[in-house]
């Protein structure tokens, strides 16, 4: 980054950090805390690593990538066996994993029982991992099963109402405040990214997708207020939410995409955003502010996402701006994805990684990013 030596020196030491926790060979994942201090999550992994963490790391290391892919395919056994006991279909993965893949939620926690976009999410990072590496391969043997059994997963997970529609019921959404509610609003676009992703699958490996998936995924409710913004859940209704949710369906989901939608679900929902919630959540903000074009609103999310979290003396970063548990990879993942996906306008698509509408903070003269993808392309906005 010209012009702005100390966020790049953040910048890089969050990269540092997401290359240190991981190992292309080990085909293990990365916990939130990564490496270090392991209070209070006890290197479980969580969702931190397919929507944070994993997206910076398939631009710039495809073999750490495939390790985190990897650690869940290992596990789809026990994921099986867990949605059995749900009385589910499919796969239903843990919130909080051990290396044995079982569910490791301490019992007074309801996100355990409840979480259960964790199952989706994974869904979306394996057809990421093979948008971008286009390895036929892996998907064949290890990346397909996981993502139809996740999709038989939230066939079996739905409920239909009477007017042909389906909810997704009882389960605590991204904003963790709010448990127990109905038709959360990223649960419900995460499960039908996953049911999408999985007929495309099925597509790419010259097989039969099941017609469920893809009727299932069109009748999944998105709920909205009469002006049309993005309702979190049934019984929103204003509240203060922990983190980022209504918004992850504009990025990384692509759900709600028109512009004024996008606009008037940030501008709704940034006043609502907790004080005491983790470092990432305002990172989703910055990326889809500067996506439309409205760079200064980006860079003052950008800094707002991990400034006040940063550590005496390294800048280690830490979940909330008032504990000082760290490294906080999540975090690391969140303010890189602000730099990469909103700034220097990079995205995943079925083509592989995509570059639209880069737009840089006056505080910057250039923007270099090296080493993208399978073919190692740089990127270089003025």
Known sequence: IEGDLTTQQDVRLALYHLYAFGRGDSDLSIAPMGLSLQTPYNG?????TELWMFPPLLLFNQDIARSLVNYRSDRLAPAKRRAINYGYDGAMFPWESDDTGEEATPPFALTGPFEHHITADIAIAFWNYYRVTKDKKWLEEKGYAVIKEIADFWVSRVTENTDGSYSINNVVGANEFAPNVNDNAFT???????L????KASEALGLQPDPKWWKVAEKIRILRFEDGTTR??????GEIIKQADVNLLSYPLSIVNEEQSILKDLEYYEPKLSKDGPAMGKSIFAVLYARQGDVDNAYRL????????????FGALSEVATSNFSYFATGAGGMLQTVLFGFAGLDFSDEG?????????????????KGVGPEKKDYHIE
């Open 44 to 48: 479980h992994i969580f969702w931190d």
């Open 188 to 194: 419900n676009g995460a499960a039908i990214t996953a």
């Open 196 to 199: 999408k992703y999985a007929v």
């Open 232 to 237: 979190e859940h049934s019984g929103y209704n």
């Open 302 to 313: 950008f800094k707002e996402s991990y400034v006040p979290n940063q550590q005496a003396p």
């Open 353 to 369: 990684i995509v570059q639209n509408n880069p737009i840089l903070p006056k505080e910057w003269k250039s923007l270099t990013v």
